[in-house]
């Protein structure tokens, strides 16, 4: 297997929301080979069935078990060898990863914890971190290459919000937060955004539904695509695609040589 392919990962907060303003009919456009949705917020047989027309080979859903909260969602027009829900990281059934594997190639589509309900949420938050982290490291022991994209609820670096002094002290924003962004990338995980586009600033992917924030551009980065540093050179494109609504978050993608 080796072709060119574009993979995009979207927070659309409530996919039937989505579904009702048609806010995924680009994608009859764009064509991305691999859609990766979180935070859909239904039940498999919620799930409107005219969001586009495009066809996909392998439709993976992952629905919480507390309903209308969480979950993720994978359309692929490549066939998976083996997926999974990977419900040793996910140890509250919460819908949050769908694991794809394509070969050597691993694809995680995750919405990561919020951290900013209480200290024993982001408790939660930083052991699914560590959890998913080493799980991360041993498929890379056993010859795996890695795909990492969703919503991280974490910023990494003052440059990925626009007010990082005022929420130096906001889940989302704390050192122990961020400071596993870095071990990640310590460990030869790319930041496929910055190593594409470098220290572009206001680029961001979250905005608040408060004080008209997303016209002002007032907004985060922490939906990510990570990859493990085997895959750099097959790396040709990544993005973030503001101009799209619909959601709080708006889409990220790459184009990747698998």
């Given amino acids: 297997m080796s072709n060119s392919i574009e993979i995009i990962s979207w927070n659309v907060n409530g996919i039937r929301a989505v579904g009702n303003k048609e806010a995924l009919k680009w994608i009859d456009e764009r ?53 999974s829900t ?67 609820n974490t910023a990494h670096k003052e440059i990925d919000l626009k007010n990082p002094k005022a929420n130096s002290k906001t889940s989302g924003f704390l050192p122990i937060e961020r400071e596993w962004i870095d071990k990640l990338i310590d460990h030869g995980y790319i930041d496929t955004f910055r190593y594409v586009n470098g220290d ?19 907004g985060w980065r922490i939906d990510y695509f990570f990859i493990s540093e085997d895959l750099a050179e097959n790396l040709e494109d990544a993005f973030i695609l ?3 609504e619909g959601s709080d978050h708006c889409p990220v993608g790459i184009k990747i040589n698998i």
């Fill in 31 to 83: 064509q991305p080979d691999i859609l990766c949705l979180q935070e859909i917020k239904a039940l498999e047989e919620q799930i409107p069935d005219n969001l586009f027309e495009k066809e996909y080979q392998d439709i993976i859903v992952n629905s919480a078990t507390k309903k209308g909260y969480s979950g993720t969602m994978t359309w692929s027009t490549l066939k998976s060898d083996y997926n």
């Fill in 86 to 152: 990977s419900q040793d990281i996910d140890t509250l059934s919460e819908g949050r990863i769908v694991e794809t594997h394509y070969e050597t190639i691993v694809l995680f589509n995750v919405y990561f914890p919020n951290g900013q309900k209480d200290e024993e949420r982001l408790a939660h938050k930083m052991k699914f971190y560590d959890d998913f982290f080493n799980y991360c490291e041993e498929l890379k022991e056993d010859g795996k290459s890695i795909i990492i994209c969703g919503d991280v």
């Fill in 242 to 244: 503001d101009y799209i």
């Fill in 200 to 218: 572009e600033i206001d680029r961001y992917s979250w905005w608040s539904y408060r004080s008209s924030a997303r016209l002002k551009n007032v």
